[in-house]
């Protein structure tokens, strides 16, 4: 289960803090890291402060997009310390350990942090399913960000402590991936412009709303089928080839 957890940080600014990252990582039993165009990789301070888990740096993998990253992934939680005008589903640090250990027991699951100072981008956190906040003082509540990757594994970890792995992979319905999710917004957003309901010059904030509905809801693989067949299907009929 543990070896289906990515943790991804978005542009790290710090090499120090790739380092931390990996320590905390280790110390809570993950493995896999992905940088998302880093600024200094590879760079000394990642080992000296990997310490322990500097073998893991061999491990990493440097993409350079977030929808790189996550495009194998069943589940991808986002973290960040902001509330965003657009309120995405949100977990705590302790609901996400559960929910990624309960997805990992099927599938692939990333974690996403955010950059030293501007953390991640709401373009970024609307590629994810949940929006996580580590629950802090509320005059303060921002984390370094290898403190953060600390805190979730940690959570990650204690999940898995009581978790039935069987029951957990007996219970779990097949969930599309990413890239399976980013392909059919594509489609909804073409069908929604080719029937005039979405008006290319004023599409508003449609898509993102669309994005946080089947984000909350979590199509199965089998709705989400059922769903591609309803936007050919009327495709089919917008371009009057219905039979
Ligand atoms: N100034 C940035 C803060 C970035 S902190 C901002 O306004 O977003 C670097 C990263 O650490 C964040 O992007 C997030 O991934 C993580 N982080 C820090 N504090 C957090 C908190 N309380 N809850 C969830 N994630 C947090």
Not at 35 to 42: H, T
Not at 78 to 104: D, F, H, K, N, Y
Not at 149 to 155: L, T
Request: hydrophobic share 45%; charged share 15%.
């Amino acid at each position: 289960m543990l070896n289906n957890i990515r943790i991804i940080l978005v542009h790290p600014f710090h090499p120090g803090n790739i380092g931390s990252s990996l320590r905390a990582m280790k110390t809570m039993g993950l493995t896999s890291l992905t940088l998302v165009s880093p600024q200094c990789f590879p760079d000394k301070a990642v080992y000296t402060m990997a310490a322990g888990a500097a073998d893991l740096v061999d491990n990493i993998q440097v993409v350079s997009t977030l929808a790189q990253a996550i495009a194998n992934c069943s589940l991808v939680a986002g973290t960040s310390a902001r509330q965003r005008s657009m309120e995405w589903p949100l977990l705590t640090a302790a609901e996400c350990g559960q929910q990624v250990i309960s997805a990992a027991s099927k599938g692939e699951v990333a974690v996403v942090f955010g950059r030293e100072k501007t953390g991640l981008t709401n373009e970024e956190l609307q590629l994810c399913n949940y929006h996580v906040m580590i629950p802090a003082n509320p005059g303060y509540s921002v984390l370094n960000v290898a403190q953060a990757v600390q805190i979730i594994a940690y959570e990650i970890w204690q999940a898995y402590q009581v978790v039935d792995e069987k029951a957990c992979i007996n219970n779990q319905p097949e969930y599309p991936d990413q890239a399976s999710m980013a392909q059919f917004y594509q489609a909804l957003e073409k069908t929604l412009t080719d029937i005039n309901f979405i008006i290319p010059q004023h599409p508003g904030a449609l898509m993102a709303k669309m994005r946080r509905m089947f984000n909350r809801t979590r199509p199965e693989l089998a709705e989400l089928n059922i769903l591609r067949g309803i936007l050919s299907r009327i495709q089919q009929n917008a371009s009057g080839k219905n039979d």
